[in-house]
């Protein structure tokens, strides 16, 4: 790429996150997600950084804003309406917060880009830092109280880990007969082709969850008992354990006690050993049967961001490398439920990427993590900021002009980022 070429794409980057900026948040992308989402807003504060501190910290705040009392925070808000989404709050039926939202969350990486954005502003960032930090460590015990099964974090909802439709999903979700769960009508398919998005079957599994969490009134404890889909996440659980180290940091910035914070650490680092198969791969576990999935997905590859070495995992990524142009897949090429277009079955996300680096960068493996910058790079320069990508053609996929991937571009994959 041109000095030209870069400038270019810096630019367009900065221009979508602007265009889907409604006022303290981001949307994902319009049309197709037209709300806040959790972790994509917590990647805008990390693209925010780079030109608007402001607007970076008030992305975190007014994420923040829709925390439940139990300290949860909740995957979706719904500051404005919007009739035509589909589910939305009338389909949750949550009250629980004081703004309209889903009954569930998704991965705290707000932690983390918290960190990041303090690291940019140090100085005048700490207030905003002090203003977060106590609603992080709320959030991050609720996890511990309500979605730790011997240190890994599960899920109770496909939709709460991000990675909706991906296979590790598939033996819990078999076990759910959606009976009863009413004609409805999606709006993810009418703004995408259906052959990149989850299945109806799946669909259908969705929806019957939430209809039982809406008749349990989204109480954690009811949630818990006899829980029809419950999996231990890999996603979750190194996302967490990452963003309790950089939540103690924070602490030590902020002169707060780290002391839970690390009993929390130590429990997860015990809790991902749990997730490893007898072959040294990181997979989900059905807590239902018991069994691991066995699936390698692009979560697999978290171990290095939770700050867990693996030479098990490097020979994996090696072959991801050279199965894919453009990687990481989000599921493995070549496995029979690999599927190059459709959602987490298979393609490559940038931001999963940028979360891969930047472990193997702290872990010392600064070869593949920049080889895996430059070819996010790549991909971006060719095909835009797209949702995801086909990882054999870098054909783009999803949503277009999609926040977080113009966020991870401006942060981390832009030669102008510094790779950090």
Do not use: C
């Not at 607007?55 to 009739?83: C, N």
């Not at 009954?103 to 707000?110: D, E, K, Y």
């Amino acid at each position: 790429m041109t000095q030209m070429d870069i400038e270019t794409l810096d630019r367009r980057a900065r221009e979508i996150l602007t265009a889907n900026d409604r006022g303290g948040y981001t949307l994902p992308t319009a049309g197709l997600y037209p709300y806040q989402w959790n972790w994509d807003s917590a990647f805008a504060a990390w693209g925010f950084a780079r030109f608007d501190i402001d607007r970076a910290w008030q992305e975190l705040e007014t994420l923040f804003s829709g925390q439940w009392p139990s300290g949860m925070v909740p995957h979706i808000l719904f500051h404005k309406p919007d009739p035509g989404y589909f589910p939305g709050p009338e389909v949750w039926g949550a009250s629980n917060g004081p703004i309209p939202s889903s009954g569930i969350s998704q991965p705290p990486v707000a932690a983390t880009f918290a960190r990041a954005v303090l690291e940019t502003d140090m100085e005048a960032g700490l207030a905003r830092a002090r203003g977060l930090f106590g609603k992080m460590k709320d959030w991050h015990r609720w996890f511990m109280a309500w979605r730790s099964e011997a240190g890994a974090i599960f899920i109770t909802h496909p939709w709460e880990a991000g990675r909706d439709n991906t296979a590790d999903w598939d033996s819990a979700m078999a076990l759910i007969d959606p009976e009863g769960v009413g004609e409805y009508t999606r709006r993810d398919t009418a703004h995408v082709d259906p052959a990149m998005r989850p299945t109806k079957a799946d669909y259908d599994r969705y929806i019957w969850l939430v209809q039982r969490g809406r008749r349990l009134g989204w109480d954690d404890a009811a949630l818990a008992r006899d829980a029809p889909f419950r999996v231990a996440d890999p996603t979750m659980t190194f996302i967490l354990l990452r963003a309790n180290r950089d939540l103690a940091a924070l602490a030590d910035a902020l002169g707060e006690s780290r002391a839970e914070i690390d009993s929390w650490t130590q429990m997860l680092i015990a809790g991902s050993e749990t997730l490893k198969t007898p072959e040294g791969h990181y997979t989900a576990i059905n807590l239902r049967t018991g069994a691991h999935t066995g699936h390698i997905t692009n979560a697999s590859f978290l171990n290095w961001y939770a700050g867990i070495e693996s030479p098990e995992m490097m020979a994996e990524l090696q072959a991801a490398f050279a199965a894919s142009p453009y990687p990481v897949p989000s599921h493995k090429v070549g496995a029979a439920e690999f599927d190059s277009k459709r959602y987490w079955r298979g393609p490559t996300w940038a931001m999963f990427n940028a979360l891969i680096a930047r472990g193997l960068l702290d872990m010392g493996h600064v070869e593949e993590a920049e080889a895996l910058r430059s070819k996010t790079a790549s991909l971006m320069a060719q095909h835009g900021f797209a949702e995801y990508f086909d990882p054999l053609t870098g054909a783009p996929a999803g949503g277009g002009t999609f926040t977080w991937t113009a966020a991870v571009w401006l942060a981390w994959a832009s030669p102008s980022a510094g790779a950090k």
